[in-house]
């Protein structure tokens, strides 16, 4: 199964941007680390980020039918982006969201997520760990819906 991780506005700057909230490793690490622990799970991943709404929107639409799965941190889009939400529901692929901090210990406009009512479930707090836990969550849910 192929997996497709897609990362928002903002997260290209991971590991110099406010470390002390969102951690010290860069994307391009926390990408890295998806490709090993992808491998271990038996999963191809393709990683993606887009500083841009419709880039996203066209990323979600293009995965159809070349990805059976998407991990998705959305940024800041997460809290505004119906659009982005649409365009999970619309594709119909299992989504995990995931986010490096715990939104519901920060400021209420982060505490509600348009792609928690798209996605499968949501891992929050635990840093660039949220990624691989969110590969293993999907990975369960591909082989318990047999694709
Ligand atoms: C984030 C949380 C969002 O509120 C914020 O706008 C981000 C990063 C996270 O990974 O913790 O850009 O999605």
Not at 1 to 24: C, D, F
Not at 26 to 38: G, K, N
Not at 48 to 54: P, W
Not at 115 to 133: D, E, H, T, V
């Amino acid at each position: 199964a192929s997996i497709l991780v897609l990362n928002g506005p903002n997260l290209n700057l991971l590991g110099t941007r406010q470390p002390e909230v969102y951690g010290s490793v860069t994307l391009a690490m926390v990408e890295d680390a998806c490709a090993d622990h992808a491998k271990k799970l038996g999963l191809d991943v393709t990683c993606l980020q887009s500083n841009h709404e419709g880039a996203l929107i066209d990323a979600i639409h293009d995965a159809k039918g070349r990805h059976d799965g998407i991990i998705l941190n959305a940024g800041a889009y997460t809290h505004t982006s119906i659009a982005l939400m649409d365009a999970l529901i619309s594709v119909e692929i299992p989504s995990v969201e995931v986010h490096l901090s715990n939104i519901h210990a920060r400021e209420p406009f982060r505490h509600t997520s348009y792609i928690s009512k798209a996605a499968l479930g949501q891992i929050c707090g635990f840093g660039a760990q949220g990624y691989l836990l969110a590969l293993d969550a999907l990975a369960t849910h591909l082989r318990e819906a047999g694709a």
